[in-house]
């Protein structure tokens, strides 16, 4: 059948609003980050079609480098995470309230 | 050739299932209860967005997409989830207390930009999927022309990348510590 | 001299200014030796060193500037004297009689506009203005005429009455000063004058009856006349109000002639008018229920008492009721009263003065009841007997007073006729001239007295007053029966006085000794004129008669004409022989019972009627009732009441503006409290409230910070979508 641009566009954001919906939703402060995962993945599959559309290479560089910044951010996030685990004993992020009013 | 069109015949049909696979995992990271079940259903996405973009002439992306993704962020993220006692996690519900709210706002937002992005006709490009090979005219094969563009016009955003890398691998190092005090 | 006519007021205030001067000076110049006090009682060894009532306890008996006092007293009262009688003599006499004024202005005292009708009220007579301007007709004239010379007269008695006294100089100035005022009382052209010489001659009454400032009756006696004057002065005010309002203008010219010309038109308003100033009247002299301060006044010394209580000021109500003659014709019911006040004046009066033991008391009396006399002659329409008997009253009173002062003088200081007693051969010329007086307050015919009460007796016999008919014979008879008791106390008084045996103390009856001539020779001239004073007001003879046709100007003709009663001749005998008989009755009565039979006969029935006599001491109580009524009463009460009234309706003002204040600072507190505390109360309510709306969205959670910026980044970017 035949596949435009459109399909992509539309993929790519249902991908983006289920990452999205995880990161709003989810209790556990792991799956939160997964979620996170997932929207740059979301970002990416958006470039890669770009890339494609256009005949360019950029998208592509752009998405490598995408990739990048998650692997470092996940790393920071797991990080934070064992961290707060240490603190509060809890991967619960709605007991992370100390800023509370 | 039609540019907005990418895909056609079995390829199409092709993207459809991984494009189908790949969002029913999404859900499935989204809902799990047990975090390594979000986990291993995350991998699963990975998958088949990777091959999605292999599909797209991306295969270096596609590439990279397991190998770091799969391969290293996902491992990452089991051992964190070994590390964190499961016991603690397994008596938690799953969705916190705006969930109800956020399912509200989604369908609310995602239906107009379906909309548009469904039946936006953006404008006729000239395609060539052989630019995606090539360097300097030469087909050289999709990894090489990428490097020649990361080294050549995107080098500082390379470097800058990497030493973004450090930094959080420093980063990550610090915060990964039990205590200050106790730093030797 | 005409002209000059100023100048008659004016030479007694130069004497009472110099007078008054001389004394501070004298004063200060002895004000470090000694402070002992004038004129207390002296005891008798310094009576007997002094023989005067008015001796003091010190060394001193001749008073500083003695002489200058006693020339510049006497010398200013004789100059007005001249002058009076000068410019009189320069009109003359005939004119007078036709009518002619002479009106000598001096200033515009208050000067203003055009007049407008007052209200509803008629009245505009052109511009007003009231003027400083003096007035010399027939009743001026003959006013100023005695007024000077009697005055003279006791001026001269004073030279030797208060020779030795401390305040020698102080009793002069005042009594230049009473002069003054009474000469401009008399002179005065307009109603705003006349007042002033009123309120003057009001004011030295007080001066001179509390001369004797230390002793208490004195100074209360003082505090009494002026105080009761002022109430008649109230009505006399509100009298020249009312004429005022009514004519436009305060001058007699234009007011008199405006009443006669047009009675219709003011009558209706002129019993209202009389009756406030036929109150002035009363209070100046001293009829009921206003009297009660001439007795009082008594403590005052005798010249005193004879110049001020008998011959002139006193006078000056019957004077102002007939100068406004024209007023009080237009309103019969105002004639009424006064007739009526006057008659019960007088009956009322004489009945206190035949139980009085104080020389001077049963005088004081007498005048009342004379006085009530003249208002009875004005009340029923004979002016002119009123005026002539007021001539007459001036002489006779003059003499009696001066007579007891000379009597008391002899006595050192005694004034009880109890302890008095023949002492005729011992003060001869006090006692016949006094006795002569007698003869012509009593009605006995050929002196003076008999002409004037004659004129009045007949008068009201004949009177005719609207609505009463009879009430003329009733006034008539009492009238009558004031004649036979004015009789009996005086021959009561002459033989307590003079006949019988002494009955005071052997050391003063040692002491006793005629008086100076300073004091006899004005007595001795009173005395002629209290004989021959009455020869000018003959009634039935047609060249006798000169006071009546002398005074008829004042009489302004009143449109229409009101028939005058005239009584046939031989009705005119009858009643003088009434009079005459009465008269006679009461001197015998009164010799038979004091001369022959030492009181006893009074004494029986003072016995006999103890309730009757008590009263009759008591002068009825009516002292006693106006100090429980209004002393106690509106003094203590309402002293009280002004208090309160003080301390809120006339604090009401700063209490008011406090409260204000305090209500202004209270609406200013209130405001900072509640209004602009409130705003920025309500301000930093509102931003809390605010604030606590917005404090549940700072949950700490970050997915919902994170649901809040999802939501606003997707609205803006569908609203980039969607409308651009």
């Known amino acids: 059948m035949t596949v435009t641009i459109n399909h992509f566009l539309v993929v790519s954001f249902l991908l983006f609003a289920i990452g999205f919906f995880g990161v709003l939703v989810r209790r556990n402060f792991l799956t939160v980050l997964m979620s996170v995962e997932l929207m740059l993945n979301a970002v990416n599959l958006n470039l890669i079609a770009f890339s494609r559309r256009l005949s360019d290479l950029t998208g592509q560089v752009f998405s490598v480098f995408v990739i990048t910044i998650a692997a470092g951010e996940a790393a920071i996030g797991l990080a934070l995470t064992i961290s707060l685990f240490r603190q509060r004993k809890t991967l619960n992020v709605e007991e992370a309230d100390v800023l509370k009013g | 050739m039609g540019s907005n069109l990418l895909l056609t015949g079995g390829a199409g049909g092709l993207f459809v299932a991984l494009a189908l696979l790949a969002l029913g995992c999404a859900v499935a990271v989204v809902v799990a209860k047990n975090p390594v079940h979000s986990a291993l259903f995350l991998l699963a996405s990975f998958l088949w967005v990777a091959c999605i973009f292999i599909l797209q002439q991306a295969e270096f992306v596609g590439a990279v997409q397991i190998l770091v993704y799969a391969g290293g962020i996902m491992v990452l993220f089991l051992f964190v989830i070994m590390l964190v006692h499961q016991r603690t996690v397994r008596g938690l519900v799953t969705f916190q207390n705006q969930w109800d709210f956020a399912l509200l706002f989604l ?56 030493i973004f890398l450090l930094v959080a691998m420093i980063g990550a190092v610090v915060l990964g510590k039990r205590s200050l005090e106790k730093m030797d | 001299m005409k002209e000059l006519i100023w100048a008659i007021p004016l030479f007694p205030l130069a004497g009472f200014l110099v007078n008054g001067f001389l004394y501070l000076a004298g004063m200060r110049r002895r004000g470090e030796r000694e402070r002992h006090p004038e004129g207390v009682q002296p005891a008798v060894e310094s009576v007997k060193e002094h023989g005067h009532p008015h001796a003091h306890l010190h060394p001193e008996t001749h008073p500083p500037f003695k002489s200058a006092h006693t020339i510049v007293g006497t010398v200013s009262v004789a100059l007005s004297c001249l002058f009076a009688f000068g410019a009189i003599f320069d009109v003359g006499w005939k004119s007078l009689a036709h009518g002619a004024v002479q009106i000598v202005t001096l200033y515009r005292w208050i000067p203003l506009g055009v007049n407008q009708s007052v209200g509803h009220v008629p009245g505009p007579l052109g511009d007003w203005f009231v003027d400083v301007a003096f007035r010399l007709d027939s009743l001026s004239a003959l006013m100023i005429a005695f007024v000077t010379f009697v005055g003279f007269l006791i001026h001269v008695y004073s030279v030797g009455y208060m020779g030795h006294d401390r305040g020698y100089g102080r009793y002069f100035a005042y009594l230049n000063l009473f002069m003054f005022a009474m000469l401009v009382l008399v002179l005065a052209d307009n109603f705003l004058l006349l007042f002033v010489g009123w309120e003057g001659v009001g004011l030295c009454s007080y001066l001179l009856i509390g001369y004797d400032y230390h002793k208490k009756t004195a100074a209360d006696a003082g505090k009494k006349a002026f105080v009761v004057n002022r109430i008649g002065d109230f009505g006399f005010i509100l009298g020249i109000f009312g004429i005022f309002a009514l004519f436009g203008s305060l001058e007699f010219t234009k007011v008199f002639s405006a009443a006669a010309a047009d009675p219709a038109r003011y009558a209706p308003y002129m019993t209202l008018v009389c009756l406030c100033l036929f109150l002035g009247a009363c209070g100046k002299s ?104 007021v001539l007459t009253h001036a002489f006779f009173k003059a003499c009696l007073f001066l007579g007891s002062g000379s009597v008391i003088h002899a006595l050192a200081g005694e004034q009880d006729v109890r302890k008095m007693g023949g002492l005729a051969p011992k003060i001869p010329t006090t006692y016949r001239t006094f006795l002569i007086a007698t003869l012509a307050i009593s009605g006995v015919p050929f002196f003076a007295g008999f002409f004037s009460k004659d004129a009045i ?183 009280a009441f002004l208090w309160d009234f003080d301390a809120t309706v006339v604090d009401l003002i700063p209490n008011g503006a406090a409260a204000v204040t305090r209500g202004l600072s209270w609406v200013a507190a209130a405001f900072d409290e509640y209004v602009v505390d409130g705003l920025v109360n309500g301000v930093a309510n509102t931003l809390q409230a605010a604030y606590q709306g917005f404090r549940k969205a700072e949950t700490g959670r970050v997915q919902n910070y994170a649901l809040f910026m999802g939501g606003g980044l997707f609205a803006i970017v569908a609203v980039y979508l969607f409308f651009r």
Not at chain 3, 577 to 587: K, Q
Not at chain 3, 590 to 619: D, F, H, I, M
Request: proline content about 6%; glycine content about 8%; charged content about 15%.
């Open chain 3, 286 to 389: 001293a009829q009921f229920p206003l009297y009660v301060w001439l007795p009082d006044a008594m403590a005052g010394p005798t010249p005193v008492s004879a110049l001020i209580h008998a011959a002139t000021m006193v006078t000056a109500g019957v004077y102002m009721v007939v100068r406004c003659n024209v007023l009080f014709r237009l309103s019969p019911r105002a004639l009424v009263v006064v007739a009526i006040i006057g008659a019960f004046t007088a009956v009322f009066a004489a009945t206190i003065g035949i139980v009085q033991n104080d020389i001077k008391k049963v005088l004081a009396y007498s005048t009342v009841s004379q006085l009530g006399y003249m208002f009875l002659a004005c009340g029923a329409g004979a002016f002119v007997a009123g005026i002539f008997h």
């Open chain 3, 457 to 639: 007796l007949s008068a009201v016999y004949e009177a005719r007053f609207e609505g009463v008919p009879s009430l003329a014979k009733v006034l008539w008879a009492a009238a009558l029966v004031t004649a036979g008791l004015t009789a009996f106390y005086m021959f009561r008084l002459v033989s307590l006085t003079f006949y019988g045996k002494y009955r005071g103390t052997e050391e003063r009856e040692a002491a006793i000794h005629e008086s100076p001539k300073s004091m006899t020779i004005p007595l001795i001239i009173l005395a002629a004129l209290s004989i021959v004073g009455g020869y000018v007001g003959i009634e039935f003879v047609d060249w006798g008669n000169l006071i009546k046709p002398f005074l008829s100007p004042i009489l302004l003709p009143i449109a229409p004409e009101a028939a005058e009663g005239h009584a046939a001749l031989g009705r005119e005998i009858a009643l003088m022989a009434a009079s005459v008989a009465v008269a006679g009755a009461g001197i015998l009565l009164a010799w038979t019972w004091y001369a022959k039979r030492q009181g006893r006969p009074a004494e029986r029935l003072a016995q006999r009627w103890p309730g009757v006599y008590r009263v009759l001491s008591n002068k009825y109580y009516v002292d006693e009732f106006y100090e429980a009524v209004f002393v106690e009463g509106f003094a203590k009460e309402g002293g």
């Open chain 2, 107 to 162: 369908p609310v937002f995602l239906a107009p930009f379906l909309y548009v992005l469904g039946t936006e006709k953006l404008p006729e490009v000239a395609s060539n999927p052989d630019a995606l090979r090539m360097v300097d005219g030469r087909i050289v094969g999709n990894t090489k022309a990428v490097s020649w563009l990361l080294y050549r016009d995107y080098l500082l955003p390379f470097e800058v990348a990497s």
